[in-house]
């Protein structure tokens, strides 16, 4: 795993705080020819080359700046908040990282000092080793992805974990640590976001969603954001973010745009350098060369064949492509994901 030291400025805050944007809607502009072709051959393929009951939701493209194209569908809706699965985990590595730039926490804070009173008797090596790096890049330490075994798949996709008898991050440091994390592989954890967003909470007071309102909600002109929590009252971090298509696109267009929004500083330049470069290595044997989740992970975010992306179940993303100045949403309800991206790829991303 990669070791990145992150300084990030105090200062930050300041400027987070006062830059409410003059408007809550992005500006529109006019597509090219060669896009408007390209969208109407990435839709056709959308409509015809999944399989039922597949539907793509909708699809925005922003480039320089502006919306370009945009569309809803099958029931979806520009004002209709939609579940954004794992994508809700780029939204709380945002939170760690102005925590960071408040120094409120350090990438290099060992994760058990955050739950003195949820400590399993025993605490393990591996386990005193883990730090909030590696919940960030997933290095935990774990053989295997711990969250579908202590929450329940279905209490996540109906919106139930809430009425879960123990509390999940008493659950998460009893499971077993296999590996020293410093030396651990990439393993997918939906849990170990969860517990960034406790760690959030326990520092600042606040949950992720409210700490994030005026620090990157309300600059951005995103209104009302809903995120699910736990019983405990903590936002699950890692799933349960309700957004609408434009407001991925706004969040999308500040990585694109190194932090700034509205020509001030809302987010740390370093830290969407750091979160969105490859912090740990994510190929593995038997994957073809061409998926898109075998090009790395930072923090919280995936590298992709083009760019880098926030990354959610069922064909939820935002693609930040540098190299076109382009950001593209997506709202789903697709299980072949690959195949979405694909679309992407052949069709619009050409024609930006």
């Known amino acids: 795993m990669k070791k990145v030291a992150v300084g990030l400025a105090v200062a930050v805050l300041c400027a987070a705080i006062a830059c409410a944007p003059e408007k809550t809607s992005l500006p529109r502009g006019d597509a090219s020819d060669e896009l408007d072709a390209a969208w109407g051959e990435c839709i056709n393929l ?24 945009e569309g809803w569908f099958n029931g979806a809706g ?25 120094g409120k926490l350090s990438l290099d804070d060992h994760v058990i000092d955050f739950f003195p009173g949820l400590l399993p008797d025993t605490v393990s090596e591996n386990l005193s080793k883990m730090k909030v790096r590696h919940l960030l890049t997933m290095t935990c330490g774990h053989a295997t992805d711990p969250s579908g075994r202590i929450v329940p798949k279905e209490l996540m996709l109906n919106r139930k974990v809430n009425e879960l008898d123990f509390d999940m991050r008493q659950a998460f440091l009893a499971w077993p640590v296999d590996y020293d994390p410093d030396e651990a592989f990439f393993c997918y954890n939906s849990l170990g976001t969860y517990m960034l967003s406790a760690i959030v909470q326990t520092v600042t007071g606040l949950t992720v969603l409210d700490y994030l309102m005026p620090r990157l909600f309300e600059p951005l002109g995103i209104e009302r954001p809903q995120w699910d929590e736990s019983r405990e009252g903590i936002n699950l971090g890692g799933w349960g973010l309700f957004l609408k ?20 500083l809302v987010l740390p330049e370093e830290w969407v350098k750091e979160a969105s470069s490859v912090q740990v290595e994510t190929a593995q044997t038997g994957w073809s060369v061409v998926r898109d989740w075998t090009y790395g992970y930072g923090f919280q975010m995936w590298r992709s064949r083009h760019g880098f992306r926030a990354d959610g179940m069922f064909g939820q993303f ?35």
């Open 46 to 69: 959308f409509e015809h080359g999944l399989s039922e009951p597949q539907q793509l939701h909708s699809m925005m493209v922003v480039k320089d700046g502006k919306v370009v194209k």
């Open 78 to 102: 520009p004002d209709i908040p939609h579940v954004l699965y794992s994508v809700s985990k780029s939204f709380t590595a945002t939170a760690v990282g102005f925590a960071l730039s408040e």
């Open 245 to 264: 298509t434009e407001d991925m696109a706004k969040f999308g267009l500040l990585f694109l745009q190194d932090g700034i929004w509205n020509g001030k």
């Open 318 to 352: 935002i693609l930040v492509l540098p190299e076109k100045n382009s950001v593209i949403v997506l709202t789903a309800d697709i299980n072949e994901t690959q195949k979405e991206l694909d679309y992407v790829w052949q069709t619009i991303y050409p024609a930006l």
